[in-house]
Structures are given as structure tokens and as C-alpha cells.
């Protein structure tokens, strides 16, 4: 481009101007070509106000690999644009089998016409990996181009007995990202889908059952059950109570767990009591129990008060953990804690816990802790008389010379308690913040409470924060929720706690 203000100079300096005041403007020859001015001008001549403004360039776009011009095919309309400013740079162009890549040079300093030409690539390949989870004939692997949706509708559906195919989704569990016919996977990634099923017939689901001890001041025990499988897809529709034979309560439920309290009982009594869980009218064997209303003497050393007696093929046992009978899933399973056997003879490792605190001195409860064996057990009574009233699972402090953190050893009591606390599991070497509930402090910073969940929540541990049965803390004492929150709302400060090896 050629500056106009050049022609502008050599006109006003080809003529001589006169002006004669008060009347029309005078000409000198060739007057006819000159230009007039007026006072809105300020001296300059009209249709060159931006003659001073810098010089215009001319910017095309050019798809880099059309036949029209030497680089490509013209996008959109050339551009005019000023010294130093940017040209506007077109929608991204598209080509077949290609991923766009940019421009081969920067226009947002314009200096001189340009020609701009678009820059491609080849685009990548990824694998699509299908997991037929459960079932059988996955898909063959596929293959999912970058830029480009990869649809499902022509991708064969695995199979598996007593169950429908409903579509894929990246975690095994079926909960992160689903895809189907109707959801096409746009990621630009390496994926492994997994098949999600929906049973065409729920299964009944495998249960436990077992009993609280009898209590004094509600004359009631209460039979508490669950389904033992984690599999959702495990079920029941009804269970039933029977006590002495008879149906005591029919609960329609849908639920994976539940109880009933019997009340009314009488001291000094046996009872029998049934559990019977329900799918469409089939069930499984009943879980069956017995309970003693009133505990005889133990070798007239202590009396360990009430309890109940459980019959196991006609056998007494105490406290065991039974599992419905069903010939798909083998034959029943105990979990045995700690007991009275037959004889009224008090067994197993609440034994040596007992021999620890039977002299001491507490309030209602006293609370003996075996870090060795990772065990807690309350006990009510008093001093020669304690019984045991609750036995858990726990976790206690690390033991290792490469990370010792014990829970300490001694005799001390429950000093505060608070509802809820949170930290970042520096001990724990995690990264995700966490909260534990009910907290009751026995010595320094030590608590006993609950299991570490994400933070703000009471459900879903962050990982490894639901271990159990180990030394894994930083010292702290970690328990079930459930029991968690019975140390708080039932032993008081003062509350004896003896930490045992």
C-alpha cells in the first residue's frame, strides 16, 4: 500500500491559494482541479482525516492443502488490518482424517501482507478393552479414533446366566461413567469398560443373625439380622419373628439388614427364638436360638449376671455368630467372641482380660483394651464382680520398631469427649482429609472413636481407613461407628480404661 498523504502534499504545493475575506474564494489557475477547504477541515482537506492513521496490510487464511492457490484453499474473506494490530483468526477448518494443529505463523502483530496456512496431523489411536465382568463373550477390542466419537451400537453384548446386559461403565461397580447404544465415548484415552447386569431373578440373600444379652431393666432381648453377602443383588422381602414357635412379628422389608425386640420376657426363663427370611415366598433354614433370662453362679466366685445361651446342634454356646443354611452357599458359620459354655465356665480370651481389671474400681462400665490381639471388651458390675457386657474389634497403634506409634499401656480414665475431629492422615502417609466421630480421650491426645471416612461424612472410609482387627493407628483406638458412639453416649468421664499387651 502507498501512503495517500504523499499525493496530498504535491497537490497543495502544485497551486497558489488566495483568499479574500468577506467574499467568495479566489483561484489561481487551474483553480478547477483544486480542493476546497472549509472550517469544519482545520486545515486538512476532506476525505483524508486518516491519512496519518499508519499503513493497511492485507491478511489471508488458507486451509494448507486445497488446489487454488499455492497455499491452499482461501478461508473466509482476506482481512485489512492496521500496522501493528492482530488479524481475527477463522473458525478452526476441518479435514478429513486429520487433526487440525494450528497456524504456521503468529498474526497478532500484523507488519506486512501475510499468507497464513492451517497445520495438520495425523490423529492418535486408542483402545477401547471391554470386561464382560461376571458373564461371558466380551467384545473384541476396539479401536477409537482421536476427534471422533466411538458408538456402541454395532459392539456385541457379552452374556451371563440369570442376568441382562445394560450397558458398560469404567469402574467394575458401575459407579463412574456408563456408556450404551445411546452414549457414545468421546474421551481421547485408553479405556477398559466393564459389563453392568441386572439379575432377571433375585437371589435370597445369605444371612446372620444373633442376639443382645438379656436385660434386667427392660426384661428384653433384641435379635438382630443382616445379609452377610456385600453383592447388591442379594435380597429378601420379608422376615419373620417367632418366639417359642410362634410368629411374634412379620416385617415386609426390602432391606439388607434389621432387628426386633422382645419384650415381656420374665426372669429366670428360657425362650427360643427364630429368624425366617422371605424371597417370593422361598426361604432359607431359620436361625434359631436360646436364651437363659438368669446366669447361675460361676464356681461361687462372681455372679456374671444375665445372658443368653445360643443351641448349635443341640449344643449350648454363647454369643456366636450364626449363618442361615443354605446347600448353595455351604453350611453354617460361626464367629465365635466370648462365652459361657455349658457348665457356666467363662471362656476364651475375655479370660486373661478379666484376671487384668477384676479388682479395679470404675464406674458403671470399665473398659479393658488388648492391643496385642486388637480386641475391646466393656464390662459392668463392679469391683470382684465385673461381667462382660460388650466385646469388639479394634484397631490400636502401631507396633513396629519402623513405625512405632502404641497405643499407651496403663490404667487410665475417659477425660473429655468431643463429637467429631478431622485431620489429613500424616501418620497414616495419606493424602485425603478425614473425619472420625464420637470421641472420648483417655490419655493426651489419644481417643477412642471411629473408623476414618471422607471428610464430613459417616459413610464411605477413605482408603484404609476401614481397617480392622490391626495395628494401624497413630495410637488412637478405632472402632464400628455404631460402638464408637455407644462409648460416648454410655461411659462418662471418669470411666475407667485399662490398656493392655
Known amino acids: 500500500m502507498k501512503k495517500r498523504l504523499s499525493l496530498l502534499v504535491a497537490l497543495v504545493m502544485a497551486f497558489t491559494i488566495f483568499c479574500i475575506p468577506g467574499s467568495s474564494a479566489a483561484f489561481a489557475e487551474g483553480e478547477e482541479n483544486a480542493t476546497e477547504f472549509t472550517s469544519q477541515d482545520n486545515g486538512q482537506p476532506e476525505g483524508e482525516v486518516n491519512a496519518l492513521e499508519g499503513e493497511e496490510y492485507t491478511v489471508t487464511f488458507y486451509d494448507g492443502y486445497g488446489t487454488a492457490t499455492k497455499y491452499g484453499n482461501i478461508i473466509g474473506e482476506p482481512q485489512t488490518v492496521l500496522s501493528g494490530k492482530a488479524a481475527t483468526a477463522p473458525e478452526n477448518p476441518t479435514r478429513d482424517g486429520y487433526i487440525f494443529n494450528g497456524w504456521d505463523q503468529a498474526f497478532s502483530n500484523v507488519t506486512s501482507d501475510l499468507h497464513i496456512r492451517a497445520l495438520w496431523r495425523t490423529p492418535k489411536k486408542y483402545t477401547i478393552t471391554f470386561n464382560a465382568n461376571g458373564g461371558t463373550n466380551a467384545p473384541a477390542p476396539q479401536t477409537k479414533i482421536e476427534g471422533q466419537e466411538f458408538s456402541f451400537a454395532n459392539v456385541g453384548k457379552p452374556t451371563r446366566t440369570n442376568y441382562t446386559f445394560t450397558e ?108 425366617k427370611p422371605y424371597y417370593k415366598g422361598k426361604t432359607l433354614t431359620a436361625w434359631k436360638g436360646k436364651a437363659l433370662t438368669k446366669a447361675p453362679v460361676q464356681n461361687g466366685a462372681y455372679k456374671p449376671g444375665k445372658y443368653e445361651y445360643y443351641y448349635v446342634n443341640g449344643v449350648k454356646q454363647r454369643n456366636k455368630t450364626i449363618q442361615f443354611k443354605d446347600t448353595r452357599f455351604g453350611t453354617n458359620k460361626y464367629s465365635l467372641n466370648h462365652y459361657y459354655d455349658a457348665s457356666g465356665v467363662f471362656r476364651g480370651r475375655t479370660k486373661y482380660m478379666y484376671n487384668k481389671i477384676k479388682n479395679m474400681s470404675s464406674k458403671k462400665y470399665l473398659i479393658c483394651i488388648d492391643r496385642t490381639n486388637n480386641v475391646m471388651c466393656v464390662y459392668i458390675g463392679g469391683k470382684g464382680k465385673w461381667r462382660p457386657y460388650k466385646y469388639w474389634s479394634c484397631v490400636t497403634g502401631r507396633l513396629k520398631k519402623s513405625d512405632y506409634h502404641p497405643t499407651p499401656l496403663g490404667t487410665y480414665t475417659i477425660k473429655s469427649r468431643k463429637l467429631t475431629f478431622s485431620g489429613y492422615g500424616i501418620p497414616e502417609k495419606m493424602k485425603n482429609r478425614y473425619s472420625v466421630w464420637y470421641c472420648s480421650r483417655f490419655v493426651g491426645s489419644v481417643f477412642i472413636h471411629s473408623q476414618l471416612y471422607h471428610y464430613g461424612q459417616k459413610s464411605g472410609f477413605i482408603p484404609g481407613g476401614g481397617t480392622m482387627g490391626r495395628n494401624a493407628s497413630h495410637g488412637c483406638v478405632r472402632l464400628n461407628i455404631n460402638y464408637a458412639h455407644w462409648v460416648y453416649k454410655n461411659c462418662a468421664k471418669g470411666t475407667k480404661v485399662v490398656v493392655i499387651k
Open 168 to 275: 458398560w461403565n469404567t469402574a467394575k461397580d458401575g459407579s463412574r461413567y456408563s456408556y450404551s447404544a445411546t452414549k457414545p465415548y468421546k474421551a481421547n484415552a485408553n479405556v477398559t469398560l466393564y459389563a453392568q447386569w441386572k439379575l432377571t431373578s433375585p437371589i435370597v440373600g445369605k444371612i446372620v443373625a444373633n442376639s443382645t444379652p438379656y436385660t434386667t431393666e427392660k426384661n428384653s432381648i433384641t435379635v438382630n439380622w443382616k445379609i452377610l453377602s456385600t453383592n447388591k443383588l442379594y435380597t429378601v422381602d420379608k422376615v419373620v419373628f417367632y418366639l417359642n414357635g410362634k410368629v411374634k412379628k412379620t416385617v415386609e422389608t426390602s432391606a439388607r439388614s434389621g432387628s426386633y425386640t422382645f419384650t415381656g420376657l420374665s426372669d429366670g426363663t428360657y425362650y427360643s427364638f427364630a429368624v
